[in-house]
């Protein structure tokens, strides 16, 4: 594989949480004043860390959300969490091959690393995640589309930018993708490939990740 490094995207891709997310989110924006269908939220915010709420919310309406938005909305989608959360059908064994076949791999997510480390506990993905190779948007200034967080994460692991491969199932994360100079895998559970623009290919099952990255050998 010429692949140095696969980068997992957290939500949707990893965990199967963007029904969970969205549907609070929205709920919740929606009891502030602020009408968002689930549709809207998945749009607006899929693959988006939560400072994009804050400013399209502002930009919109030219109003704050309350101060203590963030740490309700947290509280609400872990609780979501600790009910319903699963793994994404498939990555189980898909982390077990990479492993088994010593492909190195990290996660690099726009969720707080609090929400990341609340989501593998849950679903037992903890078991392949230790904090070295997990990432957040936290840990740099700006989050999906910008490319900083996946040029972080590739730096952290000592693997430059053309070797790298990112999953991602968010039209920002694609984009955050292809703007640090990766080859990005669309996966298509949730969204369409045709609102994936710009991915090097696409996949609705984890099963059919591992024949693509190795059809992309030169």
């Not at 968010?170 to 984009?175: C, D, I, K, N, T």
């Amino acid at each position: 594989m010429r692949y140095e490094l696969i980068i997992f995207d957290n939500d949707g891709v990893l965990v199967d949480s963007e029904h969970l997310s969205n549907t609070i989110l929205a709920g919740y924006l929606t009891e502030l004043g602020h009408p968002t269908s689930y549709e809207d939220s998945l749009r607006d915010y899929m693959g988006a860390a939560v400072h994009r709420v804050h400013d399209l919310v502002k930009e919109r309406t030219g109003r704050l959300l309350p101060a203590d938005f963030d740490d309700t909305l947290h509280a609400r989608v872990f609780a979501a969490f600790e009910r319903e959360l699963e793994p994404v059908d498939g990555v189980v064994e898909l982390l077990g091959k990479l492993a088994a076949e010593g492909v190195p791999y990290c996660v690099a997510s726009s969720g707080s690393h609090e929400r990341i480390r609340v989501g593998h506990r849950k679903t037992g993905l903890d078991r392949w995640f230790d904090d070295s190779i997990i990432f957040s948007a936290q840990d740099v200034g700006r989050g999906k589309p910008a490319p900083d967080l996946f040029l972080h994460a590739a730096e952290r692991m000592g693997v430059a930018p053309e070797r790298c491969a990112v999953v991602e199932d968010s039209p920002l994360g694609v984009a955050a993708a292809r703007a640090a100079g990766m080859d990005v895998y669309a996966f298509t559970a949730m969204t369409s490939a045709g609102k994936l623009t710009g991915a090097n290919g696409y996949f609705a099952r984890m099963a059919e990740l591992p024949g693509l990255l190795g059809r992309s050998v030169a």
